[in-house]
Each structure stands twice: as C-alpha cells, then as structure tokens.
C-alpha cells in the first residue's frame, strides 16, 4: 500500500540553511528535515532494501559478488554495481538509500538477475521494495539527492535538539508515537474531536442533560486496521449502577442496534458508515463499518448523542459531573476537545484539566491520578460566546459543526462558557480529562 499520511503539523521552527552564498538572504536555500514520521520509514525502508538486495547478491556465484565480476555477470554498468556492493557494505540506515544506485538503476539491477533464472520469490520482494522507495523518493523531494540533504538536515536538528524547550521535546516525542501507533493500529485520523455540552435539564431540577459529539476527521487505514467505535458512557461505578439512563441520538431515538440517526451527515463523508450501537450499565459503545472504504481514501464521521443524569450520585452528596474525558483510542495528528456548561452550571465549578495513562477502565480513584498522570500537561482556554471563537485551524469547519449542535438541540449558544484543550499529536492511549471541581473544595489527588 503506498503511504497516504499526509505530512506532520509544522511544530518545528529550526529550518537548517545550506552553507553557500549568503549575501542575499532571499536566496538561502532552506532544507526541511524529515519528520519523524518520514525518519522512521526511511529506515524501515534502508532495512527492507538491504535485505533484500544481499539476498540477490548471495544467489549469485562467488566471482560475481564484486563490482566488476557482478558487471559481467548481469549485464549491468559497473557504477550501478558498486553502488550496491558499497550499500550493502554499510549498516541499513537511512543513509542507505543515498548510496544505492537510483530507482532505473536497481531496475536494471534486478532485471539482470532475473534474466539469469534468479529466484522468483527474491525477484518479486526486490521489485517491491523497489516500487516502495520510488514512492518515498516523490515524497521527500523526487531525488536521491533531495532525500541526502534532508536527512543531513534530521541529522543536524537531532544535534541541535538539546537547545530545544522541555514542551517542544515533548511535542517531538508525541510526534514519533503517533507514527509509531499508526503502524500498530492501521488506523490514523489528521484531527481527532470531542465536544460536550451540558446544561440543568428545563423540567427536573435533579438532573441536568448532556450532548457529546465525537469526530474522527481524515482517517486513513492501513492493509489490516484495528476495528472501528466510538466510546461514551460514564467513569463512576456508582453512577453507571444508579443512572438507568438510554443513551440518545440529538432527536432522541434510542441509540440502539441499527442507528443511522447517530450520524451528522453533514460532515461525514460519503458514502455514510454504517453504525450500529450497543451498550449496557451507563455505557455505550458505536461501532463504524465503512464497507466501500479503500486505502486511498480518507473519511470524516462525526456521531453525536445526548443523554440525561442526576445531579447527585444517589444517596450520596456527590455531584455526578466531575469529569469529561476523551480518549485516544487511535492515534491523531491534532486534537480538539471542547467542553461547554451553561452558565448556571459553571457557576458552580472550576474546571481543571490533566491527561491520564488509561487502562481497561477509568474507575481509579482521584486521589491515585498522580501515579498515572502524564508531565507537560495541556492547558484549558476560554471560548468566547461568538460562534467564531470555536474556530481551529487544524479542522476549519468545526465552528459550523459547533453551531450545528447548538440548532440541532435548540440551546443558546449565548448562555453557555465554553472551554478548549487542543493538542498537537495528543499522546495514544491517553486520555484527556477535564475535571470539575466545584468551587468551594480543592483537589484531592495532590
């Protein structure tokens, strides 16, 4: 499958200038280096060539495993065969794939050996991986050379890495484990979304109403991807035995078994998913089925539902919103994550905000949070009441879904505070989780 990732957020500034004539500075070339990402395959790629090129050089005769003996030998430019002797003379790393002769050149190569009765299984992984690094070349710049600067360029940055800023490493390492997760997952998605509303429910004062929408925009899969849901539900063992409560579609269908309504269309692509929701004691888990889904493409579901909870956990004094979390269950180039409360609700609570290692459950108890609490925490900002506040640049429509949610259920946007924690490359497998402390006590997990 050819690579369809596109490239990483810009969190890098150090561009690294050619030495060469610098009296002008509008002519200076600029190098970027590799991201992380392209690194990564670079050198999976120097592996997978050098294996599979020493196994073409090993089937030939002891008097052609040298430049000049493997020219005669194949019928192939003495150049283009030291260029392999001397690849393979070197470790596979990236450097590498600078010293092996070109795309026509391991064609002509391979050919050679083909012609000569060589082994097909050895012919078929070689003209693959070949295809792979004509591929990753018109990716990276289109030429051998491009490819030998950027990576002198990655060489130069990791030198430089240590004048870095802790939150830049930190964003660098979160870089590396998305493409490190996109490989383990199959999956990949450019912007991962999670907005909640909450406000006093008009009728019952013991309750008060929620709305969550969950996006996966730009999603991408590998050749054998991990399934495909969408997670709700509650992270109380009190609340999930006590609330009874059926999750919802935002026209308050129940949000089981076959259910269509749970898509917002207008910013899914199409063809729509199917979506089927299951879900039992406060949870609700819906599972995506993109049948026409093909590794060129790259989809956006956006699922919402609503759901209604007590105010207080039964028989206790403890409020029941305490926590909103979102949660990396495949791994994201950026994240939005969105919590609006109506004033009347806000009042009541200081919102804070942590990141969490996570498990099978969330039911740990806050005062052990500090043992699973990722450092470099994100930070909260303030949404103003303008619909245009809720803009991001990593997904330029979120403000229109924003306000979708808003009409769809009829609550006034003017009444509600709205906070973001948004996040490039958000750390897989954890979770994002704002906490609501209500004003008069503390933490407790300090």
């Known amino acids: 499958m050819p690579n369809r990732f596109p490239d990483r957020l810009e969190l890098q500034s150090h561009e690294l200038v050619m030495a060469g004539v610098t009296e002008n500075p509008l002519r200076v070339h600029r190098i970027t280096p590799l991201t992380a990402e392209q690194a990564s395959r670079a050198e999976q790629l120097a592996r997978r060539l050098h294996s599979v090129l020493k196994s073409v050089v090993d089937a030939l005769p002891d008097h052609a495993r040298g430049a000049s003996g493997m020219s005669r030998h194949l019928s192939v430019v003495r150049n283009t065969c030291q260029r392999v002797v001397t690849a393979l003379a070197s ?41 792979q690094f004509e591929e990753f070349l018109k990716e990276v710049g289109g030429s051998q050379s ?7 360029a990655t060489v130069r940055g990791e030198r430089d890495s240590a004048s870095l800023t802790p939150n830049h490493e930190a964003a660098l ?23 909640y509303m909450f406000r006093p429910h008009p009728t019952d004062s013991t309750q008060f109403e929620r709305v969550l929408a969950h996006g996966e925009i730009g999603q991408l899969i590998g050749p054998n991807p991990m399934p495909f849901a969408f997670r709700a539900g509650d992270t109380r063992h009190e609340e999930k035995r006590a609330s009874g409560k059926v999750f919802a579609s935002l026209d308050e269908v129940p949000a089981h078994g076959y259910t269509p309504n749970a898509i917002l269309k207008e910013f899914c692509s199409d063809p729509l998913p199917l979506v089927t929701s299951r879900g039992s004691e406060g949870q609700l888990v819906q599972i995506i089925d993109h049948k026409a889904l093909s590794y060129d493409d790259a989809i956006d579901v956006v699922i919402a539902n609503r759901s209604i909870h007590p105010v207080k956990i039964p028989d206790t004094d403890k409020m029941s919103l305490d926590e ?6 495949y791994p994201a180039r950026h994240l939005i994550f969105d919590v609006y409360l109506h004033r009347d609700m806000e009042r009541l609570f200081r919102p804070t905000i942590d990141t969490q290692l996570w498990g099978p459950n969330l ?23 303008n619909f245009n506040d809720a803009h991001s640049d990593a997904y330029p429509r979120h403000a229109e879904l924003t306000q979708h949610l808003f ?14 924690c948004e996040v490039p490359y958000p750390i897989w497998r954890s979770g994002y989780c704002v906490r609501f402390e209500p004003v008069e006590t503390t933490s407790t997990d300090e």
């Open 91 to 131: 470790p596979p790393s990236p450097d590498v794939l600078t010293k092996l002769p070109g795309v026509r050149g391991l064609e002509l190569f391979t050919d050679g050996f083909g012609k000569l009765g060589g082994d097909e299984a050895t012919l078929a992984a070689t003209s693959a991986a070949i295809r």
């Open 407 to 420: 009409d769809r259920v009829g609550w006034r946007h003017s009444e509600f505070m709205g906070f973001r």
């Open 324 to 329: 909103a979390w979102t949660l990396l269950f």
């Open 173 to 195: 390492a979160r870089e590396q484990l998305f493409a490190a997760a996109a490989k383990v997952m199959g999956r990949q998605s450019n912007v991962k979304i999670s907005i």
């Open 146 to 152: 491009k490819l030998a600067e950027r990576i002198e």
């Open 363 to 385: 039911d740990t108890h806050p005062a052990d949070r500090w043992l699973t609490r990722f450092p470099n925490g994100p930070r909260l900002q303030l949404l103003g009441c």
